[in-house]
């Protein structure tokens, strides 16, 4: 980190914990695509012509202050006043208000023939993904994880399913809200490979700080092959234990969650039928891995009370470990 930034990251650190630590730049001031660059663009330029304009009154003060009256009469001139107080602010602010015109223009402004479509639909408090075809047909179904392909325009369309919620991924593109009855279109081009985080940034009830999720930007080749393996049926049980635990999810999850390929299809709650390939458990809440999915499945009221999962603390022990190690191996 460089001095200026360093000093900066002073400035605005309470503002700035939140999104991410110092020693790590704060994402909303690491840009790894075009819509946020031109967004920490407006921010900069805000910042370091407001700073340079304060230093300048600061200074202008302290000489009215400090200077002896014969030299600081001309600060009181009505040419000077009239130049400083009125002619200056109207053309520096018209001279902002036509720039961060262009910039938003540039923002919203269509940047591919064919953009990649995925439809997110917010729900207390989780992400349902839906990646469509050109024709709006449904390719894919997962949650709380939007892998993208580098250097591709990809429209994000926000739905809401209940409340209010908000789309923001400071990385990647300022924030975007999904509203009940609307469909908001948000457009997004990763520079680079990377993992992002992203939260829900609208508040929308108790878990509204347990509603991130992930952006993982990938190469071409790489995108397009996580999107032919999500696209496979899920994986078939190698063990009695993944059997064992297969045959609980369908008889108690199968309701409310889907795994393609077998009788469970639920529609309540996220599609799990590659779950195990997921980085985040319950909307980036925990680490995916075998202990957090046991503990998730007893005692989800705990981790994320008022969330529609029950918490299942009837299964004994056995039990839960098969459940378990079946959820993991949904690879
Ligand atoms: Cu959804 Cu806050």
């Known amino acids: 980190m ?75 001139r009505q040419n000077f006043v009239v130049g400083a107080g009125i002619v200056f602010p109207i053309v520096t602010l018209s001279a902002l208000l036509f ?33 469509v075809d050109a024709g709006g047909a449904s390719v894919l179904v997962t949650a709380n994880e939007v892998h993208i392909p580098v250097g591709r325009t990809v429209e994000l369309f926000l739905e809401s399913a209940d409340v209010l919620h908000s789309f923001w991924v400071p990385n990647l593109a300022g924030k975007l809200d999904l509203i009940p009855g609307r469909v908001n279109v948000l457009r997004v081009k990763a520079d680079s490979a990377g993992v992002f985080r992203g939260q829900c940034a609208e508040y929308c009830g108790a878990q509204h700080a347990k509603m991130a999720f992930h952006v ?15 696209q496979l049926p899920a994986a078939a049980p190698r063990t009695p234990t993944l059997e064992r635990g297969m045959t609980l999810f369908i008889a108690n999850c199968g309701a409310c969650h889907t795994v393609r390929a077998t009788p469970a299809a639920g529609q309540l709650g996220p599609d799990l039928t590659h779950v195990g390939s997921r980085l985040a458990l319950a909307a980036g809440t925990l680490p995916n891995n075998v202990g957090t999915i046991a503990g998730w499945i007893a005692a989800s009221q705990h981790i994320k009370p008022e969330n529609r999962m029950p918490s299942f603390d009837r299964f004994t022990g056995e039990e839960l470990r098969a459940l378990a190690a079946y959820v993991e191996s949904l690879q």
């Open 2 to 76: 460089n001095c200026a930034r360093a000093s900066l990251c002073l400035v605005a650190l309470p503002a700035l914990v939140s999104l991410g630590a110092c020693g790590n730049m704060p994402a909303v001031l690491d840009p790894h695509g075009s819509n946020a660059q031109q967004t920490a663009q407006i921010a900069w330029v805000l910042f370091w012509g407001g700073g340079l304009i304060f230093v300048f009154v600061m200074a202008l003060a302290a000489y009215a202050v400090f200077a002896s009256p014969a030299h600081r009469a001309w600060l009181g």
């Open 216 to 230: 993982v930007a990938h190469a071409v080749p790489e995108f397009d092959a996580w999107l032919a393996a999500q």
């Open 99 to 131: 720039y961060t015109f262009k910039v938003s223009g540039e923002l919203v402004g269509a940047k591919d023939a064919a953009p990649l479509k995925i439809e997110i639909v917010g729900e207390m408090w989780w992400w349902r993904v839906h990646y």
